[in-house]
């Protein structure tokens, strides 16, 4: 069937954007809300924005009067019965929808298709009172509609093949980019997305180092534009925790999954972010965030020996003109923590500093000592910082900071690829599109080293005691047999 009217329940700023992307790509478009005001509101301002796309030459000439013409703005349901396609983008609650669901199939074609928008439903729950669920499906747009280009195309089990690729193709009418994903707790994006912001926290709730230092360590060192505390005071603490808790309990309490009680308190104390002007960070007087320790005024004679010699440590000697002595031993670790090295090379903890030297490339280190030996990890890090780097000193922890969220990224998104959530390359897509992660969760288990990744996350399993890092089976295989994290 050819799409040329697409119906939308819901004209809030979701159901709204659909609408608009939807005359910005040639279409009929019928809008309903139940509160007939704001459908009547909605309707103008989304001229209105056409308007502005015109005057800017985003869109053709005569763009904002042939949406005028083309849009409908509904009094009832019954206007979607010339609807080859209506989406529903209202209220997150399952028995709303359940109810509208079974309304709109009593008046739409039997060819039509029915789709949610819903970002954390599921659709399988929301067709539950329809009596044809084969042509219902999941359209999750993100927000702001129009600028963001992903979309997840949810199949629930009775969803029918004919059904997605109808919702795919309209995806690709629309001008976004469709992925296919199947029903599970938070789909695609929303589930990735909790390895990034929970390992954060879990550093931080073990004393690791503060939010403002964790989110730079991942911005400098791994090329995210946003931290993940950043992130969530942006999206709002809130609405993280409520999502994180969801996801969490939907996938029967994995550990992987689990947040913190610094999550937790954050939401309770009310400081939820931006919105409130306070969470992570404070904004009532938009100050910006603490910059990275700058090198001392003086040059730091050092001359460390190198444990575990090999080439990992090239660029470091090149880029400090390295003069080998006895002053502080420098171990690179990958996976372990600082005491576990010590303990396994027989080092005094007082004069070995752990370096990461994940962020290299980016010019960024972080540093570590065990128990005694935050001094020498001091002097350390002003050496390094005399030699071009920006350094972080943190405490103690397995992974470090950088290696550790970067392998939990890798690690969630090979377990979505082990249970079949979606295709390696679609999870690497959604995330880039929808997160703007500089690359998706395979791409950095690629990047890291299949072999590496997994090697961070057994250290981390091994050294914790904890099932929230149990290396996902998908990574384990295709680090035992050297392939790429994308093999199939």
Known sequence: MQLRTLGVVGAGPMGAGIAQIGLTAGLNVVL???NGEAAAKAGVEIIARIAKLEEKEKVAAGSA???RARLKVAADLSAFAACELVVEAIIERLDVKQALFAQLEAIVTPQATLASNTSSLSIAAIASRCTYKARVGGMHFFNPVPLMKLVEVVAAPDTSAETVAFITAACELLGKTPVTVKDAPGFLVNLQG???????????QEGVAPPAVIDRILKAGAGFRMGPFELMDLTGIDVNFAATTAIYEGYQHDPRLKTTPLHQLM?????????SGRGFYDYSQDAPSAPPPAPPPQAVALRPRLAEPGAHWDKLSAAT????????????PIGEDCATTCARLGLDPKCTVAIDLTGIEQKHLTVMAAIGGSQAAARTADWLRCSGFVVEQIEDSPGFVLQRVIAMVANLGCELAQIGVSSPQNIDIAMKLAQNYPRGPLEWADWLGVAKTHE????????????RYRPSLWLRRRAQLGLPAHAV
């Open 32 to 34: 309903y809300d139940v």
């Open 65 to 67: 009067e042939a949406a």
């Open 194 to 204: 909790r390895a990034y912001a929970l390992e954060g926290l879990a550093i931080a």
């Open 267 to 275: 939401a309770n104390s009310g400081r939820f972010g931006r919105k």
């Open 321 to 332: 003109n390295l003069v080998a002595g006895d002053d502080v031993t420098l171990i690179a």
């Open 456 to 467: 961070i996350m057994r250290q981390l399993h091994v050294i914790t005691g904890s099932d």
